[in-house]
Nanobody
Framework: QVQLVESGGGSVQAGGSLRLSCAAS???????????MGWFRQAPGKEREGVAA????????VYDDSVKGRFTISQDNAKSTLYLEMNSLKPEDTAMYYC??????????????????WGQGTQVTVSS
């Protein structure tokens, strides 16, 4: 069973930075195969939305327009860890942030429906 554990959330002022981490475990190539991983966020009263995604085997990253130029997704496959570097944070970035992993489906990698495994989330709060 794939397990994802996020960390690194917190409270910052607008313009500040945070780095989220997601430790993945429980999967082996060919069993619980993971093809891509992503970061999603959900604010109170809003739907979960894709923030950034990356193919595990390498390839182009994908970002939502709202975070392009401010957020960077990266991975350390040796450590089975996914990262999200968040700079120039804005109050509208406030949300619960989730790490997710998937291996099938079609369409944008920012679609939550493409992901099978989810972490519990880490809260990010940005004050003005």
């Amino acid at each position: 069973q794939v397990q994802l554990v996020e960390s690194g959330g917190g409270s910052v002022q607008a313009g500040g930075s945070l780095r989220l981490s997601c430790a993945a475990s429980g999967y082996t190539y060919g069993i619980y195969y993971i093809a891509y991983m992503g970061w999603f966020r959900q604010a109170p009263g809003k739907e979960r939305e894709g923030v950034a995604a990356i193919p595990v085997g390498g390839g182009s990253t994908v970002y939502d327009d709202s975070v392009k130029g401010r957020f960077t997704i990266s991975q350390d496959n040796a450590k089975s860890t996914l990262y999200l570097e968040m700079n120039s944070l804005k109050p509208e970035d406030t949300a619960m942030y989730y790490c997710a992993a998937g291996s099938r489906g079609a369409g944008s990698l920012l679609r939550p429906a493409r992901y099978t495994y989810w972490g519990q989330g880490t809260q990010v709060t940005v004050s003005s």
